[in-house]
């Protein structure tokens, strides 16, 4: 049986770079900055969840803390004249024991990023449309917006089936094994009414940049 790993871990200080940039002291400060980070991340998961949130980054310095939010709508997050923006700093700042900076970068092409579309299916799902359409069409939507290859893999009680069973779908190509190649990966969870969850699985292997 092959052994699996996670692609944007595997090519972590190649490609890609941590989401979470800060030293602490392992027994002291480590463990409450990390745990700091996992509410940071789970607050912003659910509070953004119609903003197309792709990554959430996040760099500590002595006393303050900046998360830096990728989404695909920046202006669901700012709000009008600035208040959605301020009242989710308030948030975080009753969260973490830091001065929170917050900054909101727009994802230039969502359509072709992993977080969004495993997002975006997940969704779909919960509203009841066919599995098997909702994975077509966000694989021609990623195809159509660049992206050289993508891998759609869905497992669960899929279309209320009383065994679990997996639906995938490939495109393109998707070169895994390749270091270089600038794999974007993510997951996502459906929540179904009557059937349990359904996971969600997107690999992308975008353009390298020259």
Do not use: C
């Not at 890609?16 to 990390?34: E, T, Y």
């Not at 997050?77 to 009753?94: H, T």
């Not at 993508?150 to 209320?160: L, N």
Request: net charge positive; hydrophobic share 40%; charged share 25%.
């Amino acid at each position: 049986m092959g052994q699996k790993v996670n692609p944007i871990g595997f090519r972590v200080g190649v490609n890609k770079s941590w989401s979470a940039r800060w030293f602490g002291v392992p027994g002291r400060d480590f463990i409450a900055n990390l745990l700091e980070d996992q509410k940071i991340r789970k607050y912003l998961a659910e509070k953004l969840i119609n903003a197309g949130l792709a990554g959430v980054e996040i760099e500590r310095s002595v006393g303050i803390a900046k998360a830096t939010v990728r989404v695909s709508r920046p202006g669901v997050v700012i709000g009008r004249s600035g208040s959605g923006a301020d009242l989710i700093k308030k948030d975080l700042e009753a969260i973490s024991k830091s001065k929170i900076s917050l900054t909101v970068e727009e994802v230039k092409n969502p359509e072709s990023t992993a977080a969004i579309v495993a997002s975006d299916i997940a969704r779909q799902l919960e509203r009841r449309m066919t599995t098997k359409r909702v994975i077509n069409m966000a694989a021609e939507r990623a195809m159509d917006h660049g992206a050289q290859g993508i891998k759609i893999v869905a497992k669960g009680r899929i279309g209320g089936a009383k065994i679990a069973r997996q639906m995938s779908l490939f495109k393109g190509k998707v070169p895994l094994q390749t270091l270089r190649a600038p794999i974007d990966y993510s997951g996502a969870t459906a929540n179904l009414k009557y059937f349990g969850t359904v996971g969600i699985k997107v690999w992308i292997y975008k353009e390298p940049k020259i």
